[in-house]
């Protein structure tokens, strides 16, 4: 089992930067591919950004440029560089673990809220 929970959310002026994080505790998250999600209010949960295990990243179309994904194996943490934000930005992000290349999550946070004001 891996437990993922996520911090570094918060309110931020349109243009700024935020840096969420995802601690993994139980087991190593080393050989899964993660993810971050984004669920906006009254919107389907999308992907945002995904990194391989070996540190292949893949990005939405709306975030390339502004967002980073990077992993630090050793402290057992992902991480979300988010800059330039926008109000559609908007929504509460949940980190996830899984396999890629099968395209399924087994392991999801809770998810912090991140809200961009105009």
């Known amino acids: 089992q891996v437990q993922l929970v996520e911090s570094g959310g918060g309110l931020v002026q349109a243009g700024g930067s935020l840096r969420l994080s995802c601690a993994a505790s139980?087991?190593?998250?080393?050989?899964?591919?993660m993810g971050w999600f984004r669920q906006a209010p009254g919107k389907a949960r999308e992907a945002v950004a995904r990194?391989?295990?070996?540190?292949?990243?893949y990005y939405a179309d709306s975030v390339k440029g502004r967002l980073t994904i990077s992993r630090d194996n050793a402290k057992n943490t992902v991480y979300l560089q988010m800059n330039t934000l926008k109000p559609e930005d908007t929504g509460v992000y949940y980190c996830?673990?899984?396999?890629?290349?099968?395209?399924?999550?087994?392991?999801w946070g809770q998810g912090t809220q991140v809200t961009v004001s105009s």
């Open positions: 990194i391989t295990w070996n540190g292949v990243t």
């Open positions: 139980g087991r190593t998250i080393r050989s899964y591919g």
């Open positions: 996830a673990a899984g396999d890629l290349s099968a395209g399924t999550f087994s392991y």
